[in-house]
Nanobody, 122 residues
Framework: QVQLVESGGGLVQAGGSLRLSCAAS????????MAWFRQSPGKEREFVAV????????TYVDSVKGRFTISRDNAKNTVYLQMNSLKPEDTAVYYC???????????????WGQGTQVTVSS
């Protein structure tokens, strides 16, 4: 069983930055892709970014390209999401996820964290 714990959320003004972290409990972490999703009230969970197990390939949703960067440290079983130039529309609960066959769809992931709130004020 893999457990994921997110941290780093908070309240920030538009244009500011936050770095989210997601720590995994199992060594199998290093074999799986890792992704970030987000969900706002009344909206479906949305894919944000994903990184391969080696860190050699990443994919982002168009709305965050050039502003967000996903990275991972397999030695620490941790994935990060650096968020710059934040906008009010980035406000959401952010979740990390992992699983053997995951990419950019939520149903592809077996394991999820509890989420961390990001609020961007205008």
């Amino acid at each position: 069983q893999v457990q994921l714990v997110e941290s780093g959320g908070g309240l920030v003004q538009a244009g500011g930055s936050l770095r989210l972290s997601c720590a995994a409990s199992a060594r199998t972490f290093s074999s799986y892709p890792m992704a970030w999703f987000r969900q706002s009230p009344g909206k479906e969970r949305e894919f944000v970014a994903v990184i391969t197990w080696s860190g050699g390939d990443t994919t982002y949703v168009d709305s965050v390209k050039g502003r967000f960067t996903i990275s991972r440290d397999n030695a620490k079983n941790t994935v990060y999401l650096q968020m710059n130039s934040l906008k009010p529309e980035d406000t959401a609960v952010y979740y990390c996820a992992t699983g053997r066959g995951g990419w950019n769809k939520s149903y592809q992931y077996e394991y999820w964290g509890q989420g961390t709130q990001v609020t961007v004020s205008s």
